[in-house]
């Protein structure tokens, strides 16, 4: 296999509204993200993931664009942009960012024209997005197209009278899906990505990538996925992107897209493909959705934790991309609950449990992302209010389980433990106000916790979250050959509250044993020589065929390869 940079790289997800806030205005920006580069490197991070920087009315946090070529006025302006990437290259980190390109705003200037038939571009920017004549229904009533549900929870169209159309959009409603089968609107954005490269980003995360291309049919379906996204031709558009910009430009490129088939993985990261480079696949994010019932659908409803999930879900894309591609780790990001919350215990064992998290997260091989604040066990929130919340996708579905009879208590509760604000709250620097984060009022309340949780409190305690979490990244750039290029074997694949494997290098074998859940456990570890192995890292215990195992306790053993 061909060793690239991107392989051995550790990436930091920067939400940036919440990250840090430079000019005390509540809000993150550029310079906060400049100001705060110096603790990224040391926390041994050489790539960062910047989310949307760009002018938006903010309905979805900057995933709606309004102007490409723009910095949104909340986060700086164009030279702070350039001022936080030189500042970067000056420390050696690499910088992405997100890439847009299955929506804009509703607020985007083509939008604006492509909705009014008087503009005297009207014909060429219409067909910039996807429009629909209304359906009628047998009273005569003026009906949607399709009855497709977007990710959000709503119908994906809307009319506009001007117009006498609906227009598609998989998001919400002022995020209106791009019409890629428009050549003319390709070449604008191509001339967009190419802005930013010339100003120096080092690549991109390409967001929402499977849904570029629709069923232009448009059969009804309830929820629809299947007609407007992963469709086989959206394939096409990318490898168009990476063939004329990603790859002549040498760009790391990370493509979001869930619930891709072996084919598709290779795809989109097989090194003979290339459409990306890594992919952000969703297997083990939610290992704890139930079934849809007659309150809650999708994430919304939840079930008991399938720890045999996560592994599977891990061992499977290893399988998958085997030695064609290389597989990206990651707990967890700014669209899902914090992982400390979600998969560990953000009470009686935070401590134990973040670190189990880190621990059989990072010893295994592929490229590396942390999130912002769970280097330090940022947990859930407790907002007791519904207009604590943020998020424009917690208002749809709030009104969603209340009208299906959902009590307000248990429609909170559901909220609280599975909405994006909990990864978007602000970052806790300190046990000052706000966390340090801003001397002003925050866009979203800080988390109850900023005075326990917080960077300042762990920088000098060397058994700390955050100080397993510098020791680990580390580790993996020292240690590459062995982690990041080893071969991982699971154990006790099927069983529900262990987390073992076996991560096979060029001189060292690491072995990780792992309780994932709140109680004690016995496992039992067959077809291994545990003689070999000496303790490396974690809370300590001796190998034995049946183990003990006390709630989330971890450890690491290492086995020498005799050379020669
Ligand atoms: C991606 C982003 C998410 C956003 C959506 C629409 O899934 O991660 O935050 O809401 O795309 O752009
Ligand atoms: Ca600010």
């Not at 993931?49 to 070529?69: E, L, T």
């Not at 500042?87 to 980190?93: Q, Y």
């Not at 994906?156 to 002022?174: A, G, P």
Request: hydrophobic share 35%; glycine share 6%; net charge negative.
């Amino acid at each position: 296999m061909e060793r690239k940079w991107w392989m051995t790289t550790n990436i930091y997800q920067i939400y940036l509204r919440s990250f840090y806030d430079s000019n005390n205005d509540g809000i993150g920006d550029l310079i906060g993200v400049k100001e705060k580069l110096p603790y990224l490197k040391d926390l041994g991070v050489d790539t960062i993931w910047i989310s949307p920087h760009y002018d938006s009315p903010m309905d979805d946090n900057g995933y709606d664009v309004r102007d490409f070529y723009k910095v949104s006025d909340d986060y700086g302006d164009i030279r702070s942009f350039q001022e936080m990437i030189e500042t970067a290259r000056k420390l050696g980190i690499k910088v992405l960012i997100d890439l847009v390109l299955n929506h804009t705003s509703d607020e985007h200037k083509w939008f604006k024209i492509a909705s009014d038939p008087k503009h005297p571009l009207y014909e060429r920017y219409h067909n910039y997005y996807i429009w629909r004549k209304p359906k009628y229904d047998k009273e005569n009533k003026r009906i949607r197209p399709t009855n497709w549900i977007s990710w959000f929870g709503g119908p994906t169209w809307d009319y506009i009278s001007d117009v006498d159309e609906y227009y598609l959009h998989i998001f919400s409603k002022k995020m209106p899906d791009l019409n890629w089968r428009n050549e003319a609107m390709k070449a604008d954005l191509k001339k967009m990505i190419k802005y930013w490269i010339d100003l120096g980003v080092d690549g991109f995360r390409v967001d929402a990538a499977n849904h570029l291309e629709k069923d232009w049919d448009f059969p009804d379906g309830s929820p629809g996925y299947e007609y407007f996204s992963s469709l086989p031709k959206h394939h096409d558009y990318i490898r168009e992107l990476a063939e004329e910009l990603f790859i002549p430009n040498n760009l790391l490129t990370l493509g979001e897209s869930g619930g891709a088939s072996k084919g598709e993985v290779l795809k989109y990261v097989g090194f003979d493909s290339n459409e990306f480079n890594l992919l952000i696949h969703f297997g083990h994010c939610w290992a704890d959705m139930g079934k849809d019932n007659e309150f809650t659908t999708g994430k919304w409803s939840k079930t008991d934790l399938r720890v045999s999930e996560i592994k599977k879900s891990y061992a499977h894309q290893y399988k998958v991309v085997n030695k064609s591609g290389f597989n990206l780790l990651y707990w967890h990001n700014h669209d899902h609950p914090r992982i400390v919350s979600h998969y560990g215990n953000d009470h009686i064992y935070h401590e134990e449990s973040a670190k189990m998290l880190a621990i059989t997260l990072y010893f295994l091989p592929g490229t590396a992302i942390v999130y912002q604040g769970e280097e330090i066990g940022m947990t859930n929130v407790l907002y007791k209010n519904i207009e604590d919340f943020r998020d424009v996708e917690v208002f749809t579905e709030y009104e969603n389980m209340i009208n299906r009879g959902l009590s307000v208590k248990e429609t909170m509760e559901t909220i609280r433990g599975r909405c994006r604000d909990n990864a978007r709250t602000p970052m806790q620097w300190d046990d000052s106000l706000n966390g340090g984060f801003t001397k002003a009022t925050p866009w979203i309340k800080t988390n109850y916790n900023y005075k326990e949780i917080n960077v300042k409190n762990q920088d000098k305690d060397q058994s700390s979250i955050l100080n397993t979490y510098r020791y680990l990244l580390k580790l993996r750039k020292t240690d590459a050959e062995n982690i990041i290029f080893g071969e991982v074997e699971f154990f006790n694949l099927e069983d529900n509250d262990s987390f073992c494997y076996l991560n096979k290098g060029e001189t060292k074998d690491y072995l990780i044993i792992a309780n994932f859940r709140d109680y004690p456990i016995t496992i039992e570890l067959k077809d291994l020589d545990l003689n070999q192995f000496k303790y490396f890292y974690g809370n300590r215990f001796d190998l034995k065929k049946k183990l003990k195992l006390a709630p989330y306790q971890t450890g690491v053993f290492l086995r020498e390869k005799s050379i020669g």
